[in-house]
């Protein structure tokens, strides 16, 4: 995955900064302020310093775009993690209907706890939990995105079916 660089400057009273560079050349600002909402700017070509508001966005809305740009990326990077760590896989596993824990939480479960795996994203149609916590809702039909050893994948794989 390539790496970018990206500056953060901390903004007394309002939030934080964040900038970066596209690869196309242009300067873009995002700015989280305090009270939560967000704020996307390109900067000028021509005044360094001069920004151009392209969108506000809530910290509801903020958070749906994220879902958006991660979620199609989110299984392609935790393969690419375990190619670089010997011994962790990932699979993503699928909530039959009718499984044990079909309407249940994840924290029922104990999938860490009795496989040694770790459910690291939900993946409901379009809409993905990532880093779900124990509280979060399964449905027969989610996929859970899982880190761990083979045997530790096997071991969440039964659970779930039943």
């Known amino acids: 995955m390539p790496c970018m660089d990206v500056i953060e400057v901390l903004l007394p009273g ?19 302020h305090r009270d ?9 070509m021509a005044d360094p310093d001069a920004s ?22 989110i299984s392609e990077r935790f393969a690419d993690l375990t190619r670089e760590i010997p011994g962790l896989a990932s699979a993503t596993i699928e909530i039959p209907h009718g499984s ?11 999938a860490r706890t009795r496989t040694g795996a770790s459910v690291v994203a939900i993946v409901r149609g379009e809409h993905v939990i990532a880093s779900p916590t124990p509280k979060d809702g ?20 039964t659970l779930v079916s039943g």
Do not use: C, N, W
């Open 14 to 32: 309002v939030g934080l900064r964040y900038e970066f560079t596209t690869a196309t050349g242009a300067r873009i600002g995002v700015i989280a």
């Open 52 to 73: 151009l508001p392209l969108i506000t966005l809530t910290r509801a809305e903020a958070d749906t775009v994220a879902e958006i740009f991660g979620a199609p990326r």
């Open 138 to 157: 399964l449905l027969g039909g989610d996929s859970l995105v899982v880190i761990g050893t083979d045997e530790g994948i096997r071991g969440v794989r």
């Open 36 to 44: 939560g909402h967000f704020e996307m700017v390109r900067y000028s």
């Open 100 to 110: 044990p824990f079909d309407g249940q939480t994840l924290g029922k479960t104990k």
